[in-house]
């Protein structure tokens, strides 16, 4: 079953500023799917309109088999929620607790099940301990669970997420990410809205790339886009700079810490011929080639190792953090010793 159809979508901003510019596809029911772009090419504006808070322009979405401008919108407040980028603009209520029962109660729902509502979504959050703060009073990792648990309450059929990790701590995101993944383990469906590349193969099994141009350019799995570095340079998602070495010319992007293609898939690609051929000389000039490559990239490598170091420490885990340590300090070594070797050939 289809939950989303969405077929030649077009939207504006005030002032005629495209947003999406003949949108085209589909979510089926319990799917988990992640919307990647950049900033602007219009990811929250989708979310928007598939949750029945704006109309298109033009083109046709449909919800649950049914046009979602022909009176589909109560129906679509009780099977739909959103978790907006900024949780601060839904919540209102003077403590958690209240936020949490606000929706429930507006369901027309008896007070016993709406207690036993709030008391599963603080647990499954694990935000008990929140219960009576006011929502301005937290963190803006808690601030998001809270929002996130407005959403849980009504027990929605599809969950939709705008930036969810967006501004969180290691910590934070480690706890959204498994939280999403709960959602997608009792079959809701999932529309995650991100330029994150770091979590799109966590949270999904299906991804959408918008372009600058606020089109679909690509609509393929997770790791398929994540491999395809002309996609995300067209999508704005990295940025790339060319080196040159020695004959070989090749181009890398930058997403995360550091991201490129393996080099000696490249090499031995192109240079297929044996070991012994002119002497060894070309096996040398493979050599040269790749130890170039490494001693250039082995400080964003250390930065990386460092980068998730201080990840795992973030989520308690110095165990693993201690180990990724020492590989940047090794790194090093191994560093001085490709060094080395070059100079010997």
């Given at each position: 079953?289809?939950?989303?159809?969405?077929?030649?979508?077009?939207y504006?901003?005030p002032?005629?500023?495209?947003?999406?510019?003949?949108?085209?596809?589909s979510?089926?029911?319990?799917?988990?799917?992640t919307?990647l772009?950049?900033?602007?090419?219009?990811?929250?504006t989708?979310?928007?309109?598939?949750?029945?808070?704006i109309?298109?322009?033009?083109?046709m979405?449909?919800?649950?088999g049914?046009d979602?401008?022909?009176?589909?919108?109560?129906?679509?407040?009780?099977?739909?929620?959103?978790?907006?980028q900024?949780?601060?603009?839904?919540?209102f209520?003077?403590?958690?607790?209240?936020?949490?029962?606000?929706?429930p109660i507006?369901?027309?729902?008896?007070?016993e099940?709406v207690?036993?509502?709030?008391?599963?979504?603080l647990?499954?959050?694990g935000?008990?301990h929140?219960?009576?703060?006011?929502?301005?009073?937290?963190?803006?990792?808690?601030?998001?669970?809270?929002?996130?648990?407005?959403?849980?309450?009504?027990?929605?059929?599809?969950i939709?997420?705008d930036?969810?990790?967006?501004?969180l701590?290691?910590?934070?995101?480690?706890?959204f990410?498994?939280?999403?993944?709960?959602?997608?383990?009792?079959?809701?469906?999932?529309?995650?809205?991100?330029?994150?590349?770091?979590?799109?193969?966590?949270?999904?099994?299906k991804t959408?790339?918008?372009?600058?141009?606020?089109?679909?350019?690509?609509e393929?799995?997770?790791?398929?886009?994540?491999?395809?570095?002309?996609?995300?340079?067209?999508?704005?998602?990295?940025?790339?700079?060319?080196h040159?070495?020695r004959?070989?010319?090749?181009?890398h992007?930058h997403y995360?810490?550091?991201?490129?293609?393996?080099?000696?898939d490249?090499?031995?690609?192109?240079s297929?011929?044996?070991?012994?051929a002119?002497?060894?000389?070309?096996?040398?000039?493979?050599l040269?080639i790749?130890?170039?490559?490494?001693?250039e990239?082995?400080?964003?490598?250390?930065?990386?190792?460092?980068s998730w170091?201080?990840?795992?420490?973030?989520?308690?885990r110095?165990d693993?953090?201690?180990?990724?340590?020492?590989?940047?300090?090794?790194?090093?070594?191994?560093?001085?010793?490709?060094?080395?070797?070059?100079?010997?050939?």
């Amino acid at each position: 079953m289809e939950v989303f159809e969405l077929k030649d979508v077009f939207y504006l901003h005030p002032g005629e500023r495209p947003a999406l510019s003949g949108v085209s596809f589909s979510v089926k029911d319990g799917e988990s799917l992640t919307i990647l772009g950049a900033n602007g090419s219009g990811k929250s504006t989708l979310l928007f309109l598939l949750d029945g808070l704006i109309t298109p322009r033009s083109g046709m979405i449909k919800a649950f088999g049914r046009d979602i401008g022909n009176g589909l919108l109560p129906e679509l407040r009780q099977r739909v929620s959103i978790l907006f980028q900024n949780p601060q603009v839904q919540l209102f209520s003077l403590t958690v607790w209240d936020e949490l029962c606000f929706g429930p109660i507006q369901l027309g729902l008896v007070k016993e099940e709406v207690t036993k509502r709030a008391e599963d979504v603080l647990h499954l959050l694990g935000i008990e301990h929140l219960q009576d703060r006011g929502p301005w009073n937290l963190s803006g990792g808690e601030m998001k669970k809270v929002a996130l648990g407005t959403c849980l309450i009504t027990n929605p059929d599809v969950i939709l997420l705008d930036e969810p990790t967006t501004g969180l701590d290691p910590r934070s995101q480690v706890e959204f990410i498994e939280l999403i993944n709960s959602l997608r383990d009792a079959k809701k469906t999932v529309i995650t809205a991100t330029h994150d590349l770091d979590i799109i193969e966590d949270i999904s099994e299906k991804t959408i790339v918008f372009g600058e141009n606020h089109r679909i350019i690509a609509e393929a799995r997770p790791y398929e886009v994540i491999n395809d570095t002309g996609l995300l340079l067209d999508a704005n998602l990295i940025h790339a700079h060319a080196h040159k070495h020695r004959e070989i010319v090749h181009s890398h992007g930058h997403y995360s810490a550091h991201s490129h293609e393996h080099l000696m898939d490249r090499i031995m690609a192109e240079s297929p011929r044996s070991p012994m051929a002119s002497g060894g000389k070309n096996e040398i000039e493979k050599l040269r080639i790749l130890l170039d490559h490494w001693i250039e990239h082995s400080e964003s490598h250390r930065d990386s190792y460092i980068s998730w170091a201080e990840k795992m420490e973030g989520i308690g885990r110095a165990d693993v953090a201690e180990v990724l340590r020492k590989a940047s300090s090794e790194t090093q070594e191994v560093d001085k010793l490709f060094r080395k070797a070059k100079a010997m050939l």
